[in-house]
């Protein structure tokens, strides 16, 4: 068992002991050791390593945000974020209950790689960069490259992430979850909506809906054309409605415990066009 | 087979375990190697709440703490809320409790009781929105929730009363 208090330590004690676990909130892990169904023997904890807790801006004008891996879905809905990055605020906000959120954390949601991982289409819509850091050095991987499949990703043996890259845009952010209950509820489908109204381009990306989170790059080009940028004009309901269809058109449900592929197309179908809206919602001067 | 002596500070005392196996939680060390029962032992997986505890103030599933992880660290569980130093005064949230009649079979009080009183630490005077918030990660198969609304409510208005008249919970 090893605590670490720095990433040097994590990094040197997962080189030393191949087999280990990361242990970060332990809301995924400790779950699979209670069952007995994973074996523990040894154990790199990483949940007090101050330097992966907390955020700072990058960039010459502050337009990245890096987020530390062990930063909790608690401290991810702070002012900070949620005004920073507001789907991000959101997504982590749905996630299980208050005592799940402090100790769950956005490395262990990464590195879990759900298909239902709350934090994971608001990731993809960003196009964040993941920061891995090893003995050998530092990684940088885009999301796309880093969640591989369900419940798989690239990390090597001995890898840690250590943070996460998110562009700080300015724009309407939006994150919608469909479950059974508010609280404590695994998605049925999720999305997230990201606006950056500077380079006039609306991002979209789905959740338990693939192996992986899909972007709906072809509804993202439709709208881009089409709307109005600086939000005096909403969009109008053929728009709303050709927007939701393609972005249904992306999803690739299946059918499992949780709902039919049919039902996950419709309430993709219903949250995309309630996310458009509540993105683009005109200003009131505006008579339609 | 056995993990180091662990060294755990629970409701202000210390203490320490020498024969935890790897892999054994918070919840179980609690229970099972100190003796501290009041924490309740359901799901093992995060969704029922009836473990909740406070590691360094915040309030998790103990279920979910690896207990070797959480070497050095300050526990508080359901026993470190009444006030052991004046008698058998009962903490202001589970007289609380009493008083609404919010205790049926009791599996999931302590819990409730834990993630109540971390509540009223940030609000005192918390809406309708925040206290179903607060315990939407703590299931109840008895009350239907009623009299644990009504039992939270009374608690927080007692602990204002206490506050306006200088009184530490
Ligand atoms: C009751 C309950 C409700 C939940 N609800 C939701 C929900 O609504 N939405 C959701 O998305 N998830 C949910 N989860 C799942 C879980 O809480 C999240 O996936 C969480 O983000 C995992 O983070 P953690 O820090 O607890 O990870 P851990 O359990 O500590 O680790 C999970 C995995 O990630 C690895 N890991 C952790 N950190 C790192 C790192 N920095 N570098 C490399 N590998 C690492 C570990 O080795 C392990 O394999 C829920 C879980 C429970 C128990």
Redesign the pocket.
């Known amino acids: 068992m090893t605590i670490a208090t720095s990433i040097d330590d994590a990094c040197a004690a997962m080189k030393a002991k191949p087999d280990a676990?990361?242990?970060?909130?332990?809301?995924?892990?400790?779950?699979e050791v209670n069952r007995g169904i994973r074996p523990i023997n040894d154990v790199v904890a990483?949940?007090r390593i101050p330097e992966?807790r907390g955020w700072s801006r990058e960039g010459a004008r502050g337009e990245v945000l890096r987020i530390g891996?062990?930063t909790?879905?608690a401290d991810l809905t702070e002012p900070t974020i949620a005004s920073l990055v507001p789907a991000l605020a959101q997504?982590a906000r749905?996630?299980?209950?208050p005592q799940?959120r402090n100790?769950?954390?956005?490395?262990?949601?990464?590195?879990?790689a759900?298909p239902?991982?709350?934090?994971?289409p608001v990731l993809a819509a960003l196009e964040a960069e993941i920061e891995?850091r090893s003995v050998e050095g530092i990684r940088r991987l885009p999301l796309d490259e880093f969640v591989v499949g369900v419940k798989d990703n690239a990390?090597v043996p001995g890898?840690?992430?250590?943070a996460v890259r998110v562009p700080v845009l300015d724009g309407p952010q939006e994150f919608l979850k469909v479950?059974t209950r508010n609280a404590?509820?695994?998605?049925v489908a999720s999305l997230a909506l990201v606006v950056d109204r500077f380079g006039k381009t609306v991002r979209v990306a789905l959740g338990s809906v693939a192996p992986i989170p899909v972007r709906a790059i072809e509804a993202e080009v439709l709208v881009a054309e089409r709307l109005d940028f600086d939000g005096e004009v909403p969009p109008d309901s053929d728009l709303v409605d050709q927007f939701a269809g393609l972005v249904a058109d992306a999803a690739r449900p299946i059918d499992d415990h949780r709902g039919t592929a049919a039902y996950r197309r419709h309430a993709v179908m219903v949250i995309a066009g309630r996310a458009l809206r509540r993105a683009f919602p005109g200003s009131s001067k505006v008579v339609e | 087979m056995t993990a180091d002596v662990l060294s755990l500070t629970i409701n202000g005392q210390r203490r320490e375990v020498v024969d935890a196996l790897p892999g054994e939680s918070l919840l179980f060390v609690l229970r099972e190697r100190l003796d501290l029962a009041g924490s309740k032992n359901a799901c093992e997986?995060?969704?029922c709440g009836s473990c909740t505890v406070r590691v360094d103030d915040e309030l998790v599933?103990s279920c979910?703490v690896l207990a070797a992880a959480a070497d050095g660290c300050s526990v508080t569980t359901v026993e470190g809320l009444a006030d052991a130093s004046e008698g058998s005064r009962l903490a202001d949230v589970q007289q609380a409790f009493l008083d609404a009649g919010a205790v049926q079979c009791g599996f999931c009080t302590p819990g409730l009781l834990m993630a109540v009183d971390a509540l009223l630490e940030d609000e005192d005077d918390p809406d309708d929105l925040m206290v179903r918030e607060a315990v939407s990660?703590n299931l109840c198969r008895c009350t239907g929730y009623g009299r644990i609304l009504e039992a939270i409510n009374l608690a927080a208005a007692s602990r204002r009363a206490a506050g306006e008249q200088g009184v530490t919970p």
């Open positions: 676990l990361v242990l970060a909130g332990g809301t995924d892990l400790m779950v990483v949940g992966m891996a062990g909790t879905c997504a749905t996630v299980g209950s799940i100790s769950a954390t956005l490395g262990g949601n990464l590195a879990t759900s239902a991982g709350d934090t994971l891995l990390l890898e840690l992430i250590v479950g404590m509820v695994i998605a | 997986e995060g969704e599933c979910l990660g």
